[in-house]
């Protein structure tokens, strides 16, 4: 099956930046598109961004603008770059593909606060 791990959570102060990684492991062949979600406390689960193995890439409107999601195929990485972040943003940010049809990796809380 395909693993997720999520890294480069934290603390930010708002209007400040954190860049996510999602290391892909497994059989990746089956993943035509790769997606971030988040789930802030007490909220259902969302998808932010997601981005095609072509590049093409799809956001959401509270996140447009703002984040910018990359991919690096030889490494089997995704990122999530976010930027003029809000205390909204507060979530634990995760990585699977378009759909979330794979098993949930654990996470990486991102926390922005003053």
């Known amino acids: 099956q395909v693993q997720f791990v999520e890294s480069g959570g934290g603390l930010v102060q708002p209007g400040g930046s954190l860049r996510l990684s999602c290391a892909v492991s497994g059989s990746t062949s089956s993943i035509a598109i790769m997606a971030w979600y988040r789930q802030a406390p007490g909220q259902a689960r969302e998808r932010v961004a997601s981005?095609?193995?072509?590049?093409?890439?799809n956001y959401a409107d509270a996140v447009k603008g703002r984040f910018t999601v990359s991919r690096d195929n030889a490494k089997n990485l995704v990122y999530l770059q976010m930027n003029s972040l809000k205390p909204d943003d507060t979530a634990v940010y995760y990585c699977?593909?378009?759909?979330?049809?794979?098993?949930w990796g654990k996470g990486t809380l991102v926390t922005v606060s003053s």
């Open positions: 981005i095609s193995n072509t590049g093409g890439s």
């Open positions: 699977n593909n378009l759909g979330g049809n794979w098993p």
